[in-house]
């Protein structure tokens, strides 16, 4: 302070003369950024209107599983892991989800990104007595799989290249897991031929009345 009592040197952010305190990129005096740090993204799911600065934190539809691929966590569980996942043999994109089901209950996503190119662990929880677990899989249980396909907004019945019986605490690698056109050209349908060769036909060669008995 000079003999007038003013300050000689420059007075921080707190008023104090020659201290060292500044704002932050919020305007706060000695702050850490949080006040205005979010999702500035007004697309997003959590955008926050009174953000300025972006923290990576915005959410969007494709980060989520869509409601049918949703599913409680369980104390029991094993994992299914996939090389590749195809559409008609066209590989997957990030913004895929592959899930487990137990009949038409849903024990396990994941979303294909997730698994950074490498095999991609669904998981599949076990019923545990628990309500919250009801349907879920049980020993000696194969689970099926579905994908869902972001860009289309459809999802698909898939086809593991093998199978394997549930089994808590089970980690199984299976090299493919593929969406194939049914006998009428429907993706991921359940028509098959049969054995008269009728898609979706009676069945047996008996009730279809075929020659070749």
Partial sequence: ????????????????????????????????N???????DPEAFNYNSDATIDDGSCIFDYDLPPELFEYNQSTLQAFYF??????????????????AFNGNVCVGSRKWSACSGGPCDIPAMGYDG????AGYMQ????????IYDYSEGAFYNAVPSENYS?????????????????CFGELGGLAEFDECGVCDGPGSIYECGCSNI
């Fill in 1 to 32: 302070l000079d003999c007038d009592g003013w300050c000689i040197c420059n007075t921080d952010c707190n008023g104090v003369c020659g201290g060292d305190a500044i704002e932050d990129d919020c305007g706060v005096c000695e702050g850490d």
């Fill in 34 to 40: 949080s006040t205005c740090t979010g999702c500035t």
């Fill in 82 to 99: 996939f090389q590749e996942a195809t559409i008609d043999y066209i590989d997957i994109e990030d913004n895929d989800w592959v899930a």
């Fill in 130 to 133: 628990e309500e919250y677990s």
């Fill in 139 to 146: 020993y000696d249980q194969i689970p099926t799989f579905m």
């Fill in 166 to 182: 549930w089994e808590n605490n089970g980690l199984f690698s299976i090299e493919s897991l593929n969406v194939y056109p049914d």
